[in-house]
C-alpha cells in the first residue's frame, strides 16, 4: 500500500506534467514491488526484487539490518529502484519502467512506523527512504530521461 503518490503540488506550480510523466506517476501509484540495488564494496551491483511504498517522490523499502543492501548502504547510500507497470506483468517491455536513483536514508520515528505498517515489514526491519536525485522512465516506444525540475531530455544529449 502506498503511502502516497507522486505529489502534484511541484510540478502544479510548474508547467503541467507530460502524457509520460503522467504514466510514470500512474506506474509508482499502482506497483508494490521493484528491483531495488545497491552497490558493494568490491563495486559489484546487488539487485532483489521487493515491496516498497511512494511517499511524494521517495520510495521507501524496508530492509533485514543484516541483509546485504543494509551492509552496502552502511558503505554507499547509492541505490536504485526499477518499477515495472503492473499490467504488462507478462510482457514488462511493453508498458512503462520507471528507475528511480537516489541515496537511501535511514528512516525513524513515526515516519519509520508509519512506512513499516504500509509495508507490512516485521518490527526489526530498517526503513530507508531513496531521496531520488534523477529518473528514467522508458516505455515500448522509446525513453526520457527526467530531472527533478520535470524538464525532459533525451537520451544521449
Given at each position: ?40 564494496a ?105 530531472t ?10
Amino acid at each position: 500500500m502506498s503511502l502516497s503518490m507522486i505529489s502534484d503540488a511541484a510540478s502544479s506550480a510548474r508547467r503541467p506534467p507530460t502524457p509520460l510523466v503522467q504514466a510514470a506517476r500512474s506506474v509508482l501509484a499502482r506497483a508494490r514491488r521493484g528491483a531495488f540495488a545497491t552497490r558493494s564494496a568490491d563495486g559489484s551491483p546487488l539487485g532483489s526484487l521487493l515491496r516498497f511504498a511512494c511517499r511524494d517522490l521517495s520510495p521507501l523499502v524496508a530492509l533485514p539490518p543484516t541483509s546485504g543492501h543494509a551492509e552496502n548502504l552502511a558503505q554507499d547510500l547509492r541505490a536504485s529502484l526499477l518499477v515495472a507497470d503492473p499490467e504488462c506483468a507478462t510482457a514488462p517491455d511493453r508498458g512503462i519502467r520507471v528507475t528511480l536513483v537516489g541515496r537511501a536514508c535511514l528512516e525513524s520515528g513515526h515516519a519509520a512506523e508509519a512506512a513499516r505498517s504500509a509495508l507490512e515489514a516485521p518490527a526489526e526491519h530498517l526503513i530507508y527512504r531513496i531521496e531520488v536525485e534523477s529518473i528514467r522512465v522508458a516505455s515500448s516506444d522509446g525513453s526520457v530521461e527526467l530531472t527533478l525540475d520535470g524538464t525532459t531530455t533525451e537520451p544521449g544529449r
